[in-house]
């Protein structure tokens, strides 16, 4: 027999449920809102923690990396090495440039000029922007008397940034895409990068965001935030670059991709509401048909109330069987299996932090074993250059002691030849050590009007004498109208008898130079000096100024005369160019500045 319930029973199960419902409702939505707002928050907060952490290590490798070029540079000047080497060393060591004649504007090169050794980033127009390391280079008697620099340019340089970015991102990828980036600017202007543009192309030549630019290279300050980069938004971090002088140059970026973090968000707020939504569907289901049988449960409901009220509690909350006390174990148990669930998430997420943060400190440690091995080769290039140092004397005395005994050998003697081959290459090696020294103690040049036709007459009558010109022939083609130049006429006598020395050793002491004077395009003197030697290969003409280099035979030249040459031309504020043909011959071009018309200086 069925017994309908009266109407207040109805209406309350009616009451009952909206009103259940309301307060799930509520509830369940208060607590969606709030857990996907922590949610959010400490996957976000994670994620800039991260990215600083990123350009910490970004910065420290970037650091290491100057130092290893400090101690490498430290290492090469104390083992005296050879100015014949330079290339040699440059290709081993993995320099992109490494010179004795270091540019004096580098705050680096003034350091070692000073007698420091100095790494640091240096910017310029010719140069880019490079990490640069420099050390004094001594003489025999511990005089400064150069320095020795070199460095590795950044631009479009990309081994240090796909280093970090390696180190750093493990090459971790999300849709495609890096998760991370890591960029350095010159200025505000990618020069090398891990991003890619539309194309696929390293986005180098791309522009940081006004934003960005103002608060780093202007205020100096650190910049953390989202930004839009290239073609994405990244959670980012940037850090000023600053020269050896403190000059702000550049800037050093990290980056992850923000939508590697916030695809993780969603998943874990979708999962958060898939759970609560299942949970309160489940509810609602359970309550209605519980609702629905309220008046045979009542008396439990007042017995259960009583039992609790008497202090009894430990009774066991039973899931089976119908009732709103049925409902609200379902709901508890429900819930405890999704906080269950919740809090084996934020273990399996703390674990994944604490395995990241294990990685990072072995990478560190790794860094920092590096830099001590760095400072072992350090301590050996000392103990090198200590080495070099006793042998200087020991040479002078070989030089000494072998002359004395080639004046007592009797010209028979069959020691004589090996005794005059010892002489001969310990007087070479004084003369390369007498070069460098002129080289790297250049004059100062005391500049006056001078007629470049008439300094070209006097050079060319000091050197027409010699025997190698006895089978040269000269042509001479003077501007008679040429202007006066500014300049040295004892330095410029010099450049242009390295310059014919070197067109006749090019011709074999045998063919024609000819010799022309003439107006520049821009108002300078122009001097020109052509042969028909040889020529120059391609592969070396843009080495010929560099010190010590030189194409001809061992021991007939020491590879300085055009650098020398090139360094008076470049103080007088002039150029000297170089175009050969091999085969053909080869001809230089000198540019001086001309001098003020003495009328004019007068007017004004």
């Known amino acids: 027999m069925r017994l309908e319930l009266p109407i207040r029973w109805r209406s309350l199960k009616a009451k009952l449920i909206s009103n259940y419902l309301v307060i799930l409702g509520i509830g369940g939505l208060v607590t969606s809102i709030v857990g996907s707002y922590i949610v959010s928050s400490t996957i976000m907060m994670q994620a800039r923690r991260s990215v600083d952490h990123d350009l910490t290590t970004a910065g420290a490798i970037y650091e290491h990396q100057l130092e290893t070029l400090k101690l490498t540079v430290r290492f090469l000047a104390a083992g005296s090495v050879a100015p014949a080497n330079l290339e040699a060393v440059r290709k081993d060591y993995g320099f992109d440039f490494l010179t004795l004649a270091g540019d004096p504007s580098l705050g680096v090169v003034r350091a070692a000029l000073a007698g420091q050794v100095a790494a640091g980033t240096e910017s310029s127009k010719t140069l880019g922007m490079a990490l640069v390391a420099a050390a004094p280079v001594r003489g025999p008697q511990g005089e400064i008397v150069g320095a020795l620099s070199g460095g590795v340019r950044l631009n479009r340089n990309f081994a240090l940034v796909d280093g970090a970015w390696t180190l750093i991102f493990k090459g971790e990828r999300f849709d495609g895409e890096n998760v991370g980036a890591v960029t350095v600017f010159q200025d505000d202007l990618r020069i090398s990068t891990t991003l890619r543009n539309p194309a696929g192309e390293r986005a180098v030549g791309t522009r940081a965001s006004p934003e960005v630019r103002d608060a780093v290279l202007r205020r100096g300050e650190k910049w953390r935030g989202r930004a839009f980069v290239v073609r994405d938004w990244y959670i980012s971090a940037y850090d000023p670059i600053r020269d050896y002088d403190g000059r702000i140059v550049g800037m050093l970026f990290v980056g992850a991709l923000e939508r590697a973090y916030t695809a993780t968000r969603d998943r874990v707020i979708l999962s958060f509401f898939g759970i609560a939504t299942i949970g309160f569907i ?68 703390g674990r994944t932090l604490e395995e990241k943060v294990k990685q990072r400190t072995e990478e560190l440690v790794a860094v920092e074993a590096r830099v001590a091995q760095s400072e072992r080769l350090a301590s050996l290039g000392m ?94 083609n003077w501007e008679p109208r040429l202007p006066a130049a500014m300049g040295d006429k004892s330095q410029l006598q010099q450049v242009f008898m390295n310059i014919l020395m070197n067109s006749v050793q090019a011709m074999e002491e045998r063919g024609t130079v000819t010799m022309t004077t003439r107006r520049g395009r821009l108002g300078d003197v122009e001097a020109v000096i052509s042969d028909t030697g040889r020529g120059i290969p391609e592969e070396v003409i843009a080495r010929i100024f560099d010190p010590f280099f030189t194409t001809k035979g061992s021991g007939e030249g020491t590879g300085l005369g055009l650098s020398i040459a090139y360094g008076i031309i470049a103080k007088h504020h002039g150029a000297i160019h170089v175009e050969s043909h091999p085969g053909k011959g080869t001809t230089f071009t000198v540019r001086l500045p001309a001098a003020a018309d003495p009328a004019q200086e007068m007017r004004s």
Not at 442 to 469: C, G, W
């Open 383 to 476: 103990l090198a250059a200590g080495v070099a140092h006793e042998i200087n004397n020991p040479l002078g005395a070989i030089l000494a002691l072998t002359a004395l005994t080639l004046e007592d050998t009797r010209p028979d003697d069959p020691d004589r030849e090996n005794l005059e081959e010892v002489l001969k290459q310990a007087q070479r090696c004084r003369d390369i050590v007498k070069g460098l020294l002129e080289f790297s103690r250049q004059s100062e040049i005391h500049t006056e009007r001078v007629d470049v036709n008439r300094i070209l007459e006097d050079t060319l009558s000091l050197v027409s004498k010699q025997a190698a010109f006895f089978n040269v022939t000269v042509v001479k």
């Open 282 to 349: 489940l509810i609602i289901g359970i309550t209605y048909y519980e609702i629905r049988a309220i008046t045979s449960p009542v008396a439990k409901m007042v017995a259960a109330t009583r039992n609790i009220a008497a202090g009894r509690f430990d009774q066991e909350v039973e899931s089976s069987g119908q009732g709103e006390i049925t409902l609200l174990a379902d709901s508890f148990n429900t819930m405890l299996k999704s906080l269950r669930q919740m809090k084996g998430d934020l273990e399996e997420w």
